[in-house]
């Protein structure tokens, strides 16, 4: 059955860093558009990065030179490195795909064109 389970949260520091890991069982990450969406308390879930079957990757204005999405294939994981954490960065992290055919080329931000969701994993990053 198909499964994404993420791991990797915890609490940091600013300034420190994280590396998040979503395992994909029954779906192919480079197959299909895939990323991670960050939600707290009082938004809705919006899109940080996503990377699509050729490996074109997009990020959400506020993360890019911090945020690196990336997949391993072999092992049908993906990847969220996160470098110089801030407090803004807390908050629950899901992995996402869209099943929508067997090759996604052109990523979206948009939480509705994602279908198979993870559990998501929790960061706090203090002061």
């Known amino acids: 059955q198909v499964q994404l389970m993420e791991s990797g949260g915890g609490s940091v520091q600013a300034g420190g860093s994280l590396r998040l890991s979503c395992a994909a069982s029954?779906?192919?990450?480079?197959?299909?558009?895939m990323g991670w969406f960050r939600q707290t308390p009082g938004t809705e879930r919006e899109g940080v990065a996503v990377?699509?079957?050729?490996?074109?990757?997009r990020y959400e204005e506020s993360v890019k030179g911090r945020f690196t999405i990336s997949r391993d294939n072999a092992t049908n994981t993906l990847y969220l490195q996160i470098n110089v954490l801030e407090p803004s960065d807390s908050g629950t992290y899901y992995c996402?795909?869209?099943?929508?055919?067997?090759?996604?080329?052109?990523?979206?931000?948009?939480?509705?064109?994602?279908?198979?969701w993870g559990q998501g994993t929790q960061v706090t990053v203090s002061s």
């Open positions: 990377i699509d079957s050729p490996g074109t990757v």
């Open positions: 996402a795909g869209s099943n929508r055919g067997t090759w996604c080329a052109g990523p979206t931000l948009d939480r509705r064109l994602y279908n198979v």
């Open positions: 029954q779906f192919p990450v480079e197959r299909h558009c």
